[in-house]
């Protein structure tokens, strides 16, 4: 028994400054955490419209085969123009919805049956969105609204500004080090992001467009496209000792 309770106090005794070692290394291998940013602009390569198809009738079977024509002329006229590799056409909402006439007596009396067909074009090449505009309002789109200029950020390449954002990482680690009396040993680890945000748009939309009967040809309504903001932040850790 004696014999066993020595060799513990034995073991105790040898483990101790390695616990020390230990200890006092930990401490010379801190880190510190720098965070860097950048946001750049950058031109939009998605468009995105809402197109409103509304027709009445105080018959309901009417104004829906009166919207179902006119919502068929407008689907052919856009895609007379629509590029499959491109663009996206698709219907968003579909209502049939009675109107009423409300009088003084608390009663009303029905007015009409309103039909909307609501459809929303996409497209990877904004600078057609005047054309596909105007080729809708000729169709006989009620209302458009809803335009929308964005990024796709799975297809973005941000490999040029997350460069211009990491450029100065390491040297601010290595001020913020200095200052607090120690120096970067090495990089722990790094977290970056890139992200847009909605783009600024600058545009003029005629509320009716433009036809020149002469020539037989439809002008593109005007567009600017505007600019995105890309930011890319990255956060790393370095190691100091």
């Known amino acids: 028994m004696k014999k066993i309770l020595s060799l513990l106090l034995f073991a105790l005794f040898v483990s101790t400054p390695v ?10 291998s801190g880190f510190i955490t720098v965070t860097a940013s950048r946001t750049e602009e950058v031109k939009p390569n998605i468009a995105t419209i809402t ?15 009166e919207n179902k024509k006119l919502a068929t002329e407008v689907i052919d006229a856009i895609r007379a123009h629509y590029n499959p590799d491109l663009d996206t056409l698709k219907t968003t909402s579909y209502n049939v919805v009675p109107s009423y006439i409300y009088h003084n007596n608390n009663k009303k009396t029905l007015d009409k049956y309103v039909v909307t067909t609501v459809l929303q074009f996409t497209t990877k090449a904004p600078t057609t969105m005047g054309t596909i505009i105007n080729v809708a309002q000729q169709a006989g789109v009620t209302r458009v609204s809803g335009l929308n200029y964005s990024l796709d950020m799975e297809n973005f390449d941000c490999s040029d500004i997350i460069k211009k954002a ?4 390491k040297s601010r680690a290595s001020a913020a080090a200095e200052a607090i009396g120690v120096k970067v040993a090495g990089i722990k680890e790094m977290n970056v992001d890139c992200g847009g945000q909605s783009a600024v748009r600058y545009y003029a939309m005629n509320k009716v467009a433009s ?11 005007p567009l600017e496209e505007g600019v995105t903001k890309v930011t890319v932040t990255i956060t790393a850790k370095f190691w100091v000792k």
């Open 19 to 28: 616990f020390a070692n230990q200890a006092k290394g930990s401490a010379n």
């Open 211 to 221: 036809y020149d009967s002469a020539a037989g040809e439809s002008t593109p309504v």
């Open 51 to 65: 197109f409103y198809i509304e027709t009445s009738n105080k018959v309901s079977d009417n104004a829906v085969k």
């Open 166 to 169: 990491a450029k100065n990482l």
